[in-house]
């Protein structure tokens, strides 16, 4: 030992195609894409080292950097990976919501002039909201030129990141170190000797970081270790890092007791530890520890960084941790809490250290406790749960802090259901829903929001009458409960309760509480729609529109998750503005108040609204966004909700298949439990099949006599359309008739606009079917003058599609090349890249049918270089292996681009399919 020599950063060896996989990466983005790259790998097999490289190729290429790295021993502060990278976006802080942090850093990686790196180490002990974050980055890739870099140990992945990874498609590059090889070791000690470089080669199994440890034994320890680890069963990665880790530990016990002590302090207090702190923690005096630092320095077991101390590597670090002992380590854990306390150190340090030595009864560690839980509840519930869970250990069941339990308590639940631990943060609330609970309102309020995420609507109902008879003294108390009432019916498609429980809220407001009183105008709005009276719809929602123009966005955060009824009750009365602006104003709503549990629901109702408007990209992506949040808050039930809003625009980008797929949680009909979102996905799922190749699984279920359905106008006409559809495409035609003509009679009444577009075209199909071409053709274009009014894009281009189609029938060839044209431009201008191509196969088979070419069929040679830019080569690269020039591509190109409708390369790429 002692061995300046081991610390000496050697020459990088065994890496060259790594780095040149990362300068391909670093030019894709200077091109102005985002990338992502995993690296990854067992222990000290030289990861970091090739983050290094990254960062090196990134700064070269002009990208601004960012490094962060996790630590092994401080999990639970919340985002320190992040931290330093990104102190002008507000992370930390108490009312900070997760989410809005995400957001926040994505938008500034995108404003960044020349684009940036994210270059994060160790991502296998990152704190949850630090890995929600990476996660969230890749799943929704920042706009720019952007590179994310990660790195963890293979044996503890990220799931979550790993499989966002996964599905990053073409942007996305995975390395796996594998270990050095004999003659990367040979030119990396170019003067040991053969026989040694075997034995060093054998002992360290090609990682270089046991090498570089190992490089100080003797021959003969060496060759004790090989035999130790060759003589029995293959032993595991972890159990050779352990051997390894003890030979290590053995030259760390074998200093002096003071060096020792302060090695262990060192490793307890963690990176960057200031010299005071790390005093204080050894119990020694501060000019000893320096004396001890330098001796670890030289001893190649530590770095000063400044006036701070590091060790060079996680690993050394573990290794003093462990032999430091539990019993030591945790006094030594609430030294360093005192220190920091009497130094003003941050909150979050002092609780974690706090955290790993609290005794029970110790009620200042639990109060310590306590308020770094609560000020990190939004932005790292998990780091939450663990704080406030130890501070309920802790907390005496005897001295004055006993009142606080129930609070704590109460406190704990929210965190568990913050952070996906639904089920246990209901288990904690039972306890606090007992009568003479001191908390029990609040429980109950928070127990409604979890049993909904559940699904579980029968014990939230339950729970809302339990605490009736105690509000009924309080007009304004039974008129919030009401409220909840009528929503929970609302979501059970339980009309007439829904509209019965609002108006009574109505009532026992009497003019107090506009915000309260518009809510329940909103679910008496969605009751009206779903009984069928649309004249009172109309009424209630503009009743609730108006209240909502007179309460301020302060007034409304408690309530603002019912502008989710209200939008939607407008969709459905057609009047798409009011529902966009509500919805709009939702979103500034839960912007400002940071968080708020409203707003998968909000994105579920949105990514409808945005659907019928034929916005398809921004109704997937939000449909995606709230399946994400579902999926991390633990809700099936959320998740189901949004798989359930998600087919429609699915089918439309993506084909039947793709879309049926996707309803996979769906198609066992369980979920959503609530029957509202449970008919709506099933309903979904129905139109799906009724253009897949067999349309008898979507027919059963819309005519299936045991299901009951509402009186709901909306719901029956697409109902009635979806089976005029299925049956034409099965050439009943007279009941496929009957059943277009009931959908029409049906708008008509309800004198809605929309539905009678709908039930048009699907007379026209129908017709079409029957070949009443002449009929059709009108009916058809009649539906498309309605859409065209009603703001309903895709469906208006898909009656131009069957405009085009009964035209070519009927040989009018011009009208038809004309109706298609509007199509597949209506179609593309929507991201409806599905239709798009369904109308160029019409499009074809009757120009085939008449011997004329359109513009939408490509030549050989062109047809050639379009799958070609598919593959996602570049014109030079398409050139080079056409035996073309640059120039000749890119004019094929100008022709190919005009014929099918597309304008970018993307957008080609999409409508040609990707690659396989
Ligand atoms: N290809 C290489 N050539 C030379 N030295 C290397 C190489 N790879 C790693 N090293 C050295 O080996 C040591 C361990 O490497 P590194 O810290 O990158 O491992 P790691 O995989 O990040 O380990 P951990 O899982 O503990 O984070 C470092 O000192 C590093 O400089
Ligand atoms: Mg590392």
């Not at 306890?431 to 014990?459: H, Q």
């Not at 998740?639 to 298949?657: E, F, K, N, Q, Y």
């Not at 109706?819 to 597949?824: H, I, K, L």
């Amino acid at each position: 030992m002692g061995d300046k020599e081991t610390s000496r950063v050697l020459p990088l060896v065994g890496r060259q195609d790594c780095v040149e996989i990362l300068a391909g990466v670093v030019h894709r983005v200077r091109q102005g894409r985002f990338a992502v790259v995993e690296v990854s790998g067992e222990p000290g097999i030289g990861k970091s080292r090739v983050l290094a490289e990254a960062v090196r190729l990134a700064r070269d290429a002009g990208l601004v950097v960012h490094v962060g790295r996790a630590t092994q021993f401080e999990r639970e502060v919340p985002l320190a990976t992040f931290r330093d990278s990104f102190r002008q976006v507000r992370i930390g802080g108490s009312d900070v919501d997760r989410f809005g942090v995400y957001s926040a850093v994505r938008r500034h990686l995108e404003c960044v002039a020349g684009g940036a790196a994210l270059v994060l180490d160790d991502l296998q002990w990152a704190d949850q909201a630090s890995v929600e974050l990476v996660e969230f980055l890749i799943r929704h890739p920042p706009e720019a030129p952007v590179l994310v870099v990660v790195a963890f140990r293979g044996s503890r992945p990220p799931v979550r990141v790993v499989d966002a990874i996964t599905r990053a498609g073409e942007g996305a590059t995975r390395l796996h170190l594998d270990p050095l090889t004999a003659a990367d070791v040979r030119e990396l000690l170019p003067s040991v000797g053969a026989d040694r470089r075997d034995l060093l080669m054998r002992a360290c199994r090609g990682n270089p970081l046991y090498l570089q440890a190992l490089i100080r034994l003797t021959d003969a320890r060496l060759a004790d270790l090989v035999r130790e680890s060759d003589g029995d069963e293959p032993v595991s990665v972890d159990e050779f890092t352990r051997r390894i880790l003890r030979t290590i530990i053995v030259d760390v016990a074998a200093l002096d007791e003071q060096v020792q002590r302060v090695a262990y302090a060192a490793a307890v207090v963690g990176d960057h530890a200031a010299i005071g702190l790390v005093a204080h923690v050894a119990d020694l005096p501060e000019s000893t520890v320096v004396k001890a630092l330098d001796q670890l320095c030289w001893a190649g077991l530590g770095d000063m960084d400044g006036a701070w101390f590091c060790y060079p590597h996680p690993l050394i670090r573990a290794a003093a941790h462990e032999l430091a002992g539990p019993a030591w380590r945790s006094q030594a854990h609430a030294r360093a809490a005192r220190y920091l306390r009497e130094h003003d150190g941050p909150l979050h340090l002092v609780a974690h250290h706090v955290a790993r030595s609290a005794q029970y009864g110790d009620d200042l560690a639990a109060s310590t406790l306590v308020q770094a839980g609560r000020s990190v509840v939004c932005q790292a519930p998990g780091t939450a749960v663990r704080w406030l869970g130890t501070a309920l250990r802790v907390l005496s069941t005897t001295g004055p802090m006993r009142e606080q339990r129930p609070m704590v308590m109460l406190q704990y639940a929210r965190a568990l259901g913050l952070s996906g631990d639904l089920s246990r943060s209901w288990e904690v609330l039972q306890e606090l829903l007992c009568d003479g609970s001191p908390v029990r309102a609040e429980a109950a309020a928070f127990g409604m929001v979890i049993a909904r995420f559940l699904g579980d609507l029968d014990t939230a109902s339950a729970l809302v009458h339990a605490e009736l008879p105690r509000a009924q003294q309080d007009p304004a108390a039974e008129g919030k409960l009401r409220v909840q009432l009528a929503a929970l019916a609302a979501l059970g498609e339980q009309a007439a309760e829904a509209m019965d429980h609002a108006r009574r809220a109505v009532d026992l407001l009497g003019g107090r509480r506009p915000a309260l009183a518009s809510a329940a105008r909103s679910l008496e709005a969605w009751g009206a729609v779903y009984a069928g009276h649309i004249a009172r719809a109309r009424t209630a929602a503009r009743d609730a529109a108006r209240l909502l123009n007179t309460v301020s966005d302060v007034t409304l955060r408690p309530h603002v998750e019912l502008l989710g009824p209200l939008a939607w009750a407008e969709m459905r009365l057609g009047d798409l503005t009011a529902a966009t602006e509500h919805l709009e104003r939702a979103h500034a709503v839960v912007e400002q108040a940071r968080h708020s549990s409203a707003l998968p629901y909000l994105m579920v109702v949105h990514a409808a609204l945005e659907t019928r408007l034929g916005r398809v990209d921004s109704a997937l992506r939000l449909a995606e966004q709230a399946g994400l949040l579902a999926d991390q808050m633990g809700s099936l039930e959320m998740r189901a909700m949004a798989d359930a809003v998600r087919i429609r625009p699915l089918l439309w980008t993506s084909g039947p298949a793709a879309a049926l797929a996707a309803a996979d949680v769906l198609a066992s009909g369980a979920r959503p439990r609530s029957r509202t979102w449970w008919r709506i996905g099933q309903l979904n799922l129905a139109i799906a099949h009724t253009v897949a190749a067999d349309v008898r699984p979507g027919l059963t279920f819309l005519t299936d006599p045991d299901v009951a359905w509402p009186a709901d106008p909306t719901t029956e006409v697409i109902r009635q359309v979806a089976i005029a559809k299925a049956l034409a495409r099965t050439d009943a035609v007279a009941e496929a008739w009957r059943a277009a003509a009931t959908a029409e009679a049906v708008a008509a009444a309800a004198c809605l606009d929309y539905e009678r577009g709908l039930s048009w075209y699907a007379k026209a199909f129908v017709a079409a079917r029957a070949g009443s071409l002449d009929q059709a053709t009108t009916l058809a274009t009649q539906a498309a003058t309605v859409f065209a009014a009603t703001k309903a894009p895709v469906e208006e281009a898909q009656a131009h599609h069957l405009a085009g189609v009964t035209h070519a029938r009927r040989g009018d060839h011009g009208r038809a090349e004309e109706s298609f044209t509007r199509a597949t431009t209506g179609h593309l201008a929507c991201g409806a890249h599905w239709l798009a191509s369904t109308v160029d196969l019409d499009r074809q088979r009757y120009a085939r049918a008449t011997g004329e070419t359109p513009a939408g069929v490509l030549t050989r040679r062109e047809r050639e270089i379009a799958d070609l830019v598919v593959t996602g080569l570049s014109n030079q690269e398409i050139a080079t292996r056409l035996f073309l020039s640059r120039r000749t591509v890119e004019s094929h190109l100008s022709h190919i681009f005009p014929k099918l409708n597309v304008r970018t390369r993307s957008a080609l790429v999409h409508r040609l399919g990707k690659p396989a």
